[in-house]
């Protein structure tokens, strides 16, 4: 019998990248370079339909239309494909030096509610 994955993608870390799981929020810690091959990776979501999971390091990602905000996982992300490439916009701003470092998504304030738990990025070069 064969198991079948709820992810419908897993997305690893570029080589020398990390992540720091906090109380509200995970942070993807990198060069430039990582960061950018991050943001490449999350732009790819924007091919998933929603109720979508993807594995993103120690995290899940549920592409949503809607925020729940209603299940108590700290592992769990959920936003719509919309605000995934605006992340990875701000991603991209972060290493060009439009946004600081490190930067947490709530901080742009594009959703509404906000995130529960949240997700950054931090540069490091």
């Given at each position: 019998?064969?198991?079948?994955?709820?992810?419908?993608?897993?997305i690893d870390l570029p080589k020398g990248m990390s992540s720091r799981i906090d109380d509200n929020k995970i942070r993807f810690i990198g060069t430039s370079n990582?960061?950018?091959?991050?943001?490449?990776?999350?732009?790819?979501?924007?091919?998933?339909?929603?109720?979508?999971?993807?594995?993103?390091?120690?995290?899940?990602?549920?592409?949503?239309?809607?925020?729940?905000?209603?299940?108590?996982?700290?592992?769990?992300?959920?936003?719509?494909?919309?605000?995934?490439?605006?992340?990875?916009?701000?991603?991209?701003?972060?290493?060009?030096?439009?946004?600081?470092?490190?930067?947490?998504?709530?901080?742009?304030?594009?959703?509404?509610?906000?995130?529960?738990?949240?997700?950054?990025?931090?540069?490091?070069?």
């Open positions: 019998m064969r198991l079948f994955s709820k992810y419908k993608l897993r990582n960061l950018i091959e991050l943001a490449h990776e999350i732009r790819k979501l924007n091919l998933m339909e929603n109720g979508d999971f993807i594995k993103l390091d120690k995290v899940d990602l549920r592409v949503s239309d809607e925020i729940t905000n209603f299940i108590n996982d700290k592992k769990l992300i959920e936003m719509p494909r919309q605000a995934l490439n605006i992340f990875a916009s701000k991603i991209l701003e972060v290493v060009d030096g439009y946004e600081d470092s490190p930067f947490d998504f709530n901080d742009c304030g594009y959703l509404s509610p906000r995130l529960d738990f949240d997700i950054g990025v931090e540069l490091i070069d």
